[in-house]
């Protein structure tokens, strides 16, 4: 690739990937070896509260693998919560990162942009769901989210409301955790909307297409009026990976048309990870839908929409739109998940999905009762340890950890042990050392 800055930037940029390469194939023999357990305390002094993980990153890995500052070496599951897909050190990444941070600015906004921001924006839009034409970037998955709540209140005059689906997770803005079916997570706030739930999908009830679409249309008859949207997670991330099928939503966002309520599609934790770019996709729901947020996998978020959607001017702004190496990386994420045989019943998280699940078949016969519950899809993989109980559920984690394997848990009463799959770059080897970790743990 050519490069702004001349043949010398070129060069030095071989350079440096190629002693980043050498470096991970040795190990990283001369980075320096902290001492974990002070620079812990430290981070918790600093923040004020204790990290989840006794993990801090060197900033060094090779692939599924993460390089802690002390020394040890980790396979990571957990993904920065399914941000790394592409996993550790990922040279294609880094230098597109690279490239991108020796630009003039570390960050964009919404006053002026380079063009790394309209790259992005077109890449996306150009994989996005049908009728999707345009397209808002913003840092978090919660920023993409607090833009679109705006955008349909706006476009719903102003009414308030929002339906959504027990257990959904949302974020952590003061919006998104009043919609969050978390009362935990919003401790000490004021409630300041009204936010309708409805129930998710229970697969165990074969009438639960049928009661979750009565409960919609005693919502819509009772409150419908003041309901500008319903926000969905297709798969839900939070409460556990768990999955619905295509029929179960269908009736829902026909009854939301037809009350005018906008029907928004939170993606942030599936778009890329669901053996399609979009859960909408995958499920064919694009006809249903006006908005849809991502995330994550993005490196940054985004609010795509309908044109006559777009917002009046001064609704949706903000000093910072992303950084811009992450603008660029998220451009190449989307690139290599669409080149790179990813998505389809063929695809490489499929491939990854089957083999997990047949290890976790193996897994629950060889243990009966210790692995159940097994649900998700893609490169995101859910299970259920023992009874589900949360402590048991997070200690199990902490003893796979401290073996060498990060996981992290999902739901609550039952809770449910999540996998992020780092799809990009797992091997069926380290997919079976990591069931080595995890069969050892139970
Ligand atoms: C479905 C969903 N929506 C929104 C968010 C919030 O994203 P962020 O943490 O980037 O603000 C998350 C994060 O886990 C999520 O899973």
Redesign the pocket.
């Known amino acids: 690739m050519s490069s702004p800055f001349g043949p010398d930037f070129e060069r030095g940029l071989r350079l440096m990937l190629d002693a980043i390469a050498r470096a991970q194939q040795a190990g990283f023999p001369d980075a320096p070896v902290l001492d974990m357990a002070g620079a812990l305390r430290k981070l918790a002094e600093l923040r004020g509260r204790a990290p989840f993980f006794d993990y801090l990153g060197s900033g060094m890995g090779r692939g599924a693998w993460a390089r802690l500052a002390d020394g040890r070496w980790v396979l990571d599951f957990t993904l920065g919560?399914?941000v790394h897909l592409f996993g550790h050190g990922n040279l294609d990444l880094i230098e597109t990162a690279i490239r991108a941070a020796a630009s003039d600015l570390a960050m964009q906004g919404n006053l002026i942009f380079n063009t790394e921001y309209v790259g992005l924006m077109e890449t996306l839009l150009a994989h996005a769901p049908a009728g999707l034409d345009r397209c808002w970037l913003s840092l978090?998955?919660?920023?993409?989210?607090e833009n679109a709540l705006k955008l349909l209140r706006q476009r719903r005059g102003g009414r308030p409301g929002i339906i959504a689906f027990r257990g959904?997770?949302?974020?952590?803005?003061s919006a998104?955790a009043e919609i969050t079916d978390r009362p935990d997570y919003r401790l000490g706030q004021p409630r300041t909307f009204p936010v309708y739930y409805v129930p998710f999908h229970d697969p165990g009830d074969p009438q639960s297409t049928a009661k979750t679409a009565a409960a919609m249309r005693d919502v819509i008859a009772r409150e419908g009026d003041c309901v500008a949207a319903f926000m969905v997670?297709l798969v839900?991330?939070?409460a556990g990976f768990r999955t619905a099928p295509r029929e179960f939503f269908v009736p829902l966002f026909e009854q939301c048309r037809a009350a005018g309520i906008a029907v928004w599609i939170?993606?942030?934790?599936?778009f890329g990870r669901v053996t399609e770019l979009f859960a909408t996709e995958l499920l064919d729901l694009a006809q249903y839908v006006d908005v849809v947020?991502v995330?994550?996998l993005l490196q940054g978020?985004a609010m795509l929409y309908r044109h006559e959607l777009a917002p009046d001017p001064g609704l949706i702004s903000g000093t910072f739109s992303g950084a811009t190496a992450a603008m660029a990386v998220g451009r190449r994420i989307i690139e290599k998940l669409v080149g790179e045989n990813f998505f389809g019943p063929q695809g490489r998280e499929k491939q990854l999905e089957l083999m997990t699940r047949r290890h976790l078949a193996e897994l629950s016969s060889r243990h009966p009762g210790k692995v159940s519950h097994i649900d998700g899809i893609g490169a995101m993989i859910s299970f259920r340890v023992g009874d589900g109980s949360l402590s048991g559920t997070r200690e199990f984690i902490k003893r796979a950890f401290s073996r060498g394997l990060a996981l992290y848990y999902g739901g609550h009463e039952p809770a449910c042990v999540r996998l992020f799959l780092p799809a990009g770059v797992l091997t069926e080897g380290e997919l079976a050392e990591a069931f080595g970790i995890i069969e050892s743990c139970l």
């Open positions: 919560i399914g978090s998955g919660a920023d993409a989210n959904c997770f949302h974020g952590r803005t998104m997670e839900q991330g939070e939170d993606e942030i934790q599936t947020t995330g994550k978020s």
